[in-house]
């Protein structure tokens, strides 16, 4: 084999690894280091503390021997609930539960009040003034509002609600799951909830149809899912949103990217790139999204559209658009594809989509590159580079009649900047990766990464200690920048 040639897959090195690597010859030829370099541990400039094996084999041990059992809701609660039980039913025969509707909480309290303590009286049952203010609210929630998840939809703390069956509700505080102090009567008590949750929108959950989206007042997203889809009861996911809009800045304040990042995505928001938000299943990317929507001109007429409307743009010129599921008979379905079709005949400026899952994805590509500079959606996917993979796949799903070559020309020409969020195993949220989409070579799209989160270790308390690190690299998208005044900014924050 001459010198440089590669050795052929046939042969086989020893492998050496575990022990610090230095300058050396190996008997092969090959200068310098062992084939696997030592694990970061003792001796490792990026290691916080020791990790040896060990102490990882206990970590595996002690989690396969855990026993988790379910956690009863206790204490004052437990008390309120089990009179609410006994006082519901009775309050129900003294009320019109329709004249009741057309009350607000504050004029049905007031109305409560003396019937409650009448109902108390006749079961011989005492509260002090906390236990009745207490049992008031959990009686409103009831009748008005959403049952026991009242409490959790009102605490600003609270992100996610994941209620699974009547028995067992987690809730999501700070990047952390946690099991709630809440409880449902019944199977009945929930799906009842449930019906209420969709109604508000147009929507309806039954044993024909098992399966809704909807969203509340606030404009946080609901997804219900009954029995017989799922086996252990109605199941209903919340994911709450801030009631003060997210903006960039906050999101640096968060630690989800630094300020050179941060500069720079004002910049493409306000200089209409093409921006697609990828990332996992609550990892942020419609809060990405709402934020970067604060960045565009209050002059330009914004179109988004959704399956359930839940983007809360910061402009004043914004019409949200929200798909329709088919009807009892299976008609009259309208699908984000015809309302994309349907925006281009209102004059838009951009034109946002909440989230892409399938062929709607090439006729957003086509707005993009027919003067709707500056439109943006988001994708799941776990990076860059998948990000761009799954477009062409969405365009393959469809009845598209064109080949592949000429779909990633399509996505290359259209889209400017690929955002990658990411939710980390402790919970934090981090823009881990800012890529540019240059154009193509062959039939292979080129990308150019401007920003990346680089992990470094963890430490003590369990947060994951990294840094945000620019490539250096001149930007293809200055030209953009330019056109806006904001070339020397943008190159600034780049380089």
Not at 286 to 305: F, Q, Y
Not at 341 to 351: E, G, T
Not at 477 to 489: C, H
Request: proline share 6%; hydrophobic share 35%; with cysteine.
């Amino acid at each position: 084999m001459g010198a440089g040639a590669r050795p052929s897959f046939g042969v086989a090195k020893p492998m050496r690894g575990g022990v610090p690597s230095g300058p050396r010859s190996d008997d092969d030829g090959l200068p310098g280091g062992d084939q696997f370099p030592p694990l970061p541990g003792e001796g490792s400039p990026l290691s916080g503390r020791p990790r040896d094996k060990e102490d990882a084999l206990n970590r595996l041990q002690q989690r396969s021997d855990a026993v988790h059992e379910q956690q009863e809701v206790g204490g004052f609660e437990a008390s309120v609930h089990k009179i609410k039980e006994q006082v519901l039913p009775r309050l129900l025969e003294r009320v019109d539960p329709e004249a009741a509707s057309t009350l607000t909480k504050e004029e049905l309290s007031e109305e409560f009040r003396p019937i409650i303590m009448e109902v108390l009286a006749e079961l011989k049952v005492t509260l002090n003034r906390r236990e009745q203010f207490a049992l008031e609210k959990v009686l409103i929630d009831e009748l008005l509002g959403f049952g026991p998840l009242e409490e959790l939809l009102g605490d600003p703390d609270v992100t996610d609600i994941m209620v699974n069956g009547p028995d067992q509700t987690y809730i999501e505080k700070k990047g952390k799951l946690v099991i709630a102090p809440i409880k449902f009567r019944d199977e009945g008590h929930l799906f009842q909830i449930a019906q209420r949750i969709v109604n508000q929108v147009g929507r309806r959950v039954d044993q024909t149809t098992p399966l809704a989206d909807a969203r509340l007042k606030d404009g946080s997203r609901v997804n219900v899912i009954v029995p017989p889809l799922s086996l252990r009861g109605t199941a209903i996911s919340i994911r709450k949103f801030s009631e003060k809009p997210i903006t960039i800045d906050m999101l640096k304040g968060f630690g989800s990217m630094n300020d050179k990042m941060a500069t720079a995505l004002k910049i493409a928001g306000a200089c209409r790139m093409n921006i697609v938000i990828s990332g996992g299943t609550g990892s942020g990317k419609t809060t990405m999204l709402n934020a970067l929507s604060k960045m565009i001109d209050p002059g330009e007429r914004v179109l988004t559209i959704e399956d359930a409307a839940e983007l809360r743009l910061q402009q004043p010129h914004w019409l949200p658009l929200e798909t329709r599921p088919p009807n009892l008979e299976g008609q009259g379905a309208i699908t984000i594809g015809d309302l994309v079709k349907n925006a281009l005949r209102m004059r838009p400026d951009r034109i946002i989509l909440g989230e892409i899952r399938g062929a709607e994805c090439f006729d957003l590509l086509a707005a993009m590159n027919t003067g709707h500079d500056g439109s943006m959606c988001t994708l799941h996917a776990n990076s860059p580079r998948e990000c761009l993979g799954r477009m062409e796949n969405m365009i393959l799903m469809g009845d598209i009649k064109i080949p592949k070559e000429a779909i990633s020309r399509q996505i290359a020409e259209s889209v400017d900047l690929i955002v990658q969020v990411k939710r980390l195993r402790d919970g934090s949220r981090r823009t881990t990766n800012v890529t540019e989409v240059i154009g193509m070579e062959g039939d292979v799209i080129v990308t150019q990464e401007l920003f990346n989160f680089e992990y470094l270790d963890e430490g003590d308390d369990g947060k994951i200690i990294g840094e945000f690190r620019s490539s250096g690299l001149r930007p293809y998208t200055l030209e953009k920048a330019r056109q806006f005044g904001f070339d020397q900014a943008y190159l600034e924050a780049c380089l």
